[in-house]
């Protein structure tokens, strides 16, 4: 354990080189897998024809695949079809396509959350079934979705260290390249890159909680 | 499309790895159950240190990616003159991972046993640990089961990482089964399939549970 | 009302998206027409315009004015990415420079792209890379997925240990013996002929191998000398021990079907050996002059 040669300015700035890609892949990664995410769960809960079964399919193999592989598949399989993407792109897409389908998840079971009474007045009330879920479902939901929104966001920033495999330079594989070269450095290495990740992913979960009281 | 004989040719070699990735998943499951329900009793007992130490854990390792844990296994130990197997320090990296989940399943199993079950036990002489374990943690393992059924699906897709350490679990054998034959979209559609083979089944399980449970409330 | 801005900023977001995503497709489809001359369509025209003596690969390759080559980033001597100054360095990069040069005018009209021996072989068939130079060996099996040109290197396979280890030959590699290799090597396959009783662990790329390797994960590290003194020269802890037990050529590796690359780059091969430029490449990065073939 060597941390004198590991925490030299090269090393670090390095790893905080790493770490950002890590930061813009999760941020890609975030916006897009929530957008999706709400879209797939809403269609599930809205029992439309044909797009909810093709939609819980869908959720329910991406949801019990190893995001490894999904990742590996998207970067490397997908082009024999025809689907060409970079690295950074392959892996923001394949980090969306898996969380899209946990978020998913979140959304149909906090709309289900809403007691069936509340649909039934609003909707003999003369509300239409999108209006109930407009103004009756989604408010008081999105209220019960945010802390499991929060640490599937988490679970994702985590999961960008999965993209190694397909030689992302993000934190991991940073770190990787810094032990590579003096593996007397490993411990120490490792130590910086899982205090970045623990205050990226606490500073969410702080937001969270402003957000829960502030919605509240 | 799909090239069958990879399937066909490579039987053995993906069952080979599907076995290494049950194995790695049910040893893991064990051991961060075990690991979980202590830490989640440490977080609720009256004692502030043992508190602090449950807190402290879950909190660091949920917060950081498992394959950051399982490279302190790989890379952190050989310094200290233990050196484990590659699917040794996989495994016991998902084991460490999972307990912090496991640990927070079951700390709300626990939440969710009225207090007057506890106070009932300890008014008629038993002591906090053995309250705890004839009491309230046969009732909250009803509650738990769901939670950690999710939590194995989650330890089976997760055990894959094993791959990256050469671990012999099933994706490694994939890679093996890519790199003899240079077929990538067929290769990793089967070991995908195999994946689902494990996990599909047991997320119809917890799903039965889930409602068999709402039933019974 | 607050809601009403809600469904609207839903809305853009959305139609941005999927603008942006049809816009990218549109890019890619370009890029595959136009400029990537390893995509299918241009590679289905390259061979049979090249019988007829036309240049397709290499003209969109100008048209772009970027050669796009798909190196290792974790090999010493041959392709090493240093942290310091974030620049890529070696025998195979210096290749790389000066077909770029050769081709386009200026040797920093080079794209490098990592590849490992895993993904080297997808990324050139996907139309990632122009060119493969990294440290691979040219063999039967993989000719029937690329076409490679002349030798530019001759390695051969040996074993990394540490020193004073028990292992100082092929022949000391006994049953329970762990070798570490890399996925996708051609090593991996080499051992596990050479060496049945071995135990091959495997991992994604040679830094990697080495680590673990230092870990006390293996007894011996197994791929190519050349790459091994590499290694040897980073740790003075590892000896490369007991010669070679295999031939290695390595070859520069295009998208089958590229006929007039190869023909471009075994041109560069044979001006760089005649120039004496190549003895220079060999000295600067591996220490010696070539033997004499």
Redesign the interface.
């Known amino acids: 354990m060597d941390f004198k040669d590991a925490y030299v300015w090269v090393n670090v700035e390095f790893i905080l080189r790493g770490f950002l890609m890590t930061l813009e892949v999760a941020a890609a990664a975030i916006a897009l897998s929530f957008l999706i995410g709400c879209i797939a769960g809403t269609a599930r809960y809205m029992r439309i024809p044909a797009v909810s079964p093709v939609a819980a399919f869908l959720v329910e193999t991406v949801r019990n695949l190893p995001l490894l592989l999904i990742i590996f598949f998207t970067k490397f399989a997908l082009p024999e079809i025809g689907i060409k993407l970079g690295v950074a792109e392959a892996a923001i897409a394949a980090l969306t396509v898996f969380e899209a389908a946990m978020i998913s998840e979140i959304v149909r079971s906090g709309l289900n959350s809403i007691p069936k009474g509340q649909i039934e007045a609003s909707r003999s009330s003369g509300l239409t079934s999108f209006q109930t879920l407009w103004h009756i479902v989604l408010p008081q939901g999105l209220r019960r979705m945010v802390p499991p929104l929060v640490s599937q966001f988490i679970s994702l920033l985590k999961d960008t260290s999965l993209a190694v495999i397909i030689s992302l330079p993000e934190l991991m594989h940073n770190a990787n390249i810094v032990i590579g070269h003096n593996y007397r450095t490993a411990v120490p290495i490792l130590v910086l890159a899982a205090i970045l990740y623990f205050a990226a992913n606490f500073t969410l979960s702080l937001v969270s909680r402003r957000l829960e009281t502030r919605m509240a | 499309m799909l090239d069958f004989s990879i399937l066909t040719d490579h039987f053995g070699t993906y069952l080979t790895g599907l076995g290494q990735t049950v194995y790695a998943s049910v040893l893991a499951l064990a051991g961060s159950f075990l690991l979980g329900t202590l830490l989640a009793v440490f977080r609720i007992t009256p004692a502030k240190p043992l508190r602090w130490i449950g807190t402290a854990y879950v909190e660091f390792v949920r917060n950081i990616p498992l394959l950051l844990v399982v490279f302190l296994f790989f890379l952190g130990l050989p310094p200290l003159g233990v050196v484990l197997s590659p699917f040794a320090c996989g495994t016991l990296g998902l084991t460490v991972y999972t307990a912090a989940f496991i640990a927070e399943a079951v700390r709300a199993g626990i939440l969710s046993v009225p207090k007057g079950q506890m106070e009932a036990a300890r008014s008629s002489g038993l002591s906090y640990g053995m309250s705890m374990r004839l009491i309230v943690l046969p009732q909250a393992v009803k509650i738990v089961i769901p939670p950690l059924n999710n939590q194995f699906i989650n330890l089976i897709k997760n055990s894959s990482i094993l791959s990256v350490i050469s671990g012999f679990d099933l994706m490694f054998y994939a890679d093996r089964i890519a790199s003899e034959t240079f077929v990538i979209f067929s290769t990793y559609i089967f070991a995908g399939l195999f994946y689902l083979l494990l996990t599909v089944p047991l997320s119809f399980a917890t799903g039965w549970l889930e409602r068999r449970l709402a039933r019974n409330d | 009302m607050r809601?009403r801005r809600w469904?609207a900023v839903?809305v853009a977001?959305?139609v941005i998206?999927v603008l942006t995503l049809a816009g990218?497709g549109k890019k890619?489809e370009n890029n595959?027409k136009g400029a990537s001359p390893s995509?299918s369509p241009s590679a289905s025209s390259a061979s049979s315009g090249t019988a007829a003596g036309g240049t397709p690969t290499l003209d969109a390759i100008k048209n772009r004015g970027k050669l796009v080559v798909g190196v290792k980033?974790?090999t010493r001597l041959f392709g090493l990415?240093d942290?310091?100054t974030?620049k890529v360095e070696g025998f195979d990069i210096d290749i790389a420079k000066g077909l770029a040069k050769e081709l386009l005018g200026d040797e920093s009209k080079v794209e490098l792209k990592?590849?490992?021996?895993?993904?080297r072989?997808?990324?050139i068939?996907?139309?990632?890379i122009d060119l493969i130079i990294a440290t691979m060996t040219i063999t039967e099996?993989?000719k029937?997925?690329v076409d490679f040109s002349d030798v530019y290197f001759k390695a051969g396979q040996s074993l990394l240990v540490k020193k004073g280890s028990p292992i100082q030959s092929i022949d000391d590699i006994k049953k329970g013996t762990k070798v570490?290799g890399v996925?996708?090597s051609t090593s991996?396959?080499n051992i596990a002929e050479k060496a049945p009783d071995a135990t091959v662990?495997?991992?994604?790329n040679y830094?990697?191998a080495?680590?673990?390797l230092?870990?006390?994960?293996g007894d011996a590290l197994t791929t190519d000398n050349a790459i091994l003194y590499g290694m040897a020269s980073?740790?003075p802890n590892y000896e490369v021990v007991g010669g070679t037990f295999t031939d290695e050529p390595y070859g520069i590796a295009v998208k089958k079907g590229n006929a007039d690359l190869v023909a471009f780059v075994n041109d560069y091969l044979k001006k760089l050996h005649d120039s004496g430029e190549y003895d220079k490449l060999y000295e600067k990065w591996i220490g010696e002059t070539p033997i004499q073939q």
């Open positions: 809601k469904l839903g977001v959305l998206t990218c890619e595959t995509s980033f974790d990415k942290p310091a974030g990592e590849v490992t021996s895993k993904t072989i997808p990324m068939n996907n139309g990632d099996d993989r029937k997925e570490i996925k996708g991996v396959l662990l495997e991992f994604d830094q990697d080495f680590t673990a230092k870990a006390g994960q980073q740790d």
